[in-house]
Every structure is written in C-alpha cells, then in structure tokens.
C-alpha cells in the first residue's frame, strides 16, 4: 500500500509548536530590547538635565564674587552679580521645594526652573584652603553644591560641583 503524499497531523502539530516557541522568544526578545531603550532613553535625559543645570549653576555663581553673597543658607542662596550693562543683579537659586532648583532674577518677575528631578540640593561655603566656614559667613572662596536627582522611573544619580568664586 502507497502512503498518501502529504504532513501527518502530528508533523503539523509538531511544527505549529516549534513556530510558537520561536514567536514567544522573539517576542521576549523585542520586549526587554524596547525596555532597555526606554531605560537608556531616561538615564540619558536624567544626565542631559544634570550637566545643564551643573552649567547654569556654575556659570551664575563664578560670576558672583565672594562679597556678592547675600544669603547663605544649605539650600538657598541669594548673591548679586553684575548684568550685561553693569548694574547690580540679584539671583536667587532655591531648592526648599524639591524636586524643583528655581533661578530667579529681581529684574525679571518670576523663577525659572533649572531642574525638575533634583530630590535634594546642599550649598556649603568653604574658605580658601577648603575648609567649611561656620553658618552667616558671606565671604567662602568655594561654594560646593551636592545635588540629588531622581527621575520619573527612579534612577537616581548624585552629582558635586565645586565652583571658585571671584574674589574682587
């Protein structure tokens, strides 16, 4: 007897589960690859917003000389700084309401925020040789700022900035 030509439904079978094994793989596949780049796609926004916000930061306070402060406090300091015409400017950064650092100018109604994700900001103010001056003094060679970040999906990253004032 001559055999029919054509799969036998255990062959079918046999390759329906094959076909499906290999779906499930790809698929995982494909999930933790989209995962990873969501993940990677974050970390990255997380640390484009921490070397802006580390820029703004120390580009406003080395303008600042060390007789400019005002303020000093561990987490808001006031100082005034000469504007592009020369006339006193006062610049207010404050992180008491995290996860928000605000800048705000006493000419120009209104704070700007810096950073969204700063969990926690620390101002200290050093002397010339680096060691911390007591609380009230207004006159530190450094300011050394310690900020906290965290993101939407809870990476977190720490970053410390030591910034020379200028000393008129």
Do not use: C, K
């Not at 995962?35 to 916000?53: D, I, N, P, S």
């Not at 406003?60 to 000469?82: I, K, Q």
């Not at 965290?150 to 990476?155: T, V, Y």
């Amino acid at each position: 007897m001559r055999r029919a030509a054509g799969f036998t439904l255990i062959e079918l079978v046999l390759a329906l589960a094959i076909a499906a094994l290999l779906t499930a793989a790809v698929a995982q596949a494909l999930g933790n690859g989209a995962r990873a780049f969501r993940h990677q796609r974050a970390a990255a926004g997380l640390l484009e917003e921490m070397r802006h916000t580390g820029t703004r930061l120390i580009r406003e306070l080395r303008a600042a000389g060390s007789r400019d402060l005002v303020v000093t406090d561990r987490r808001r300091l006031v100082f005034r700084r000469p504007d592009r015409t020369g006339h006193p400017l006062q610049v207010t950064l404050d992180g008491r309401r995290p996860p928000r650092l605000t800048i705000g100018y006493e000419q120009v109604p209104g704070h700007w925020t810096l950073s969204n994700h700063v969990r926690d900001i620390r101002f200290a103010y050093l002397d010339a040789r680096g060691r911390p001056l007591p609380a009230g003094n207004t006159r530190p060679a450094y300011i050394r700022v310690q900020l906290s970040y965290q993101d939407d999906q809870g990476h977190r990253r720490r970053q410390r900035l030591l910034i020379a004032l200028r000393n008129p």
